[in-house]
């Protein structure tokens, strides 16, 4: 047996004791896996979660959002779905003032959507989560929740109404909180 193999079998030998040690000093750390359901995780402050829309400060079943559509042109993923309020349908009363003040040669003013979504919708299941929707948003209604414990069967689940959401979250909050009504 020459010098280099001794050599080899050294530098084996030593890289094997190395080993050992990186395996031992993770064995005697302390573990920082949190076995669910029994412990929860405390920090979600910074979890991305799925999507949510912020409510408006003075009536929380409403959204902040003016469909401005922003959010759906910007998605690259293409989970976002919005669709404006259309206008209201004037009453036959105020058809006949529209056509009389027209007839007069007046400037018709036709009522204007109101500035909210008819649907939003979002598919969870398709959301690379870049926040892209959330930056672009001019108003920021778009934000993400620190909903961890999301788990389901069926990706038909994932597809989810934010409207509806943020309805259900403001009925929830009105009746835990006495002082809110």
Known sequence: MGFKEKL????DLWSLV???GVTGDAAMKRLITVHYPRQ???NLD??????MLIPKAKNPSKPKCIACLMCMSTCP???ITVAKTKPPKPTPEEEKAMAEAAARGEK???PKAPKEPRIFRYNYSLCSLCGLCAEVCPVDSLGFSNEAYLA???RKELQMDLLGRLR???AADSTSDPQAA
């Open 108 to 110: 018709v003013k036709k």
């Open 18 to 20: 190395k080993g050992l």
């Open 46 to 51: 910074s979890f991305r979660g799925p999507l």
């Open 152 to 154: 389901c069967r069926d």
């Open 77 to 79: 993923s293409g989970c």
């Open 8 to 11: 080899k079998d050294f530098a």
């Open 168 to 170: 259900q979250n403001a």
């Open 40 to 42: 929860q995780v405390d």
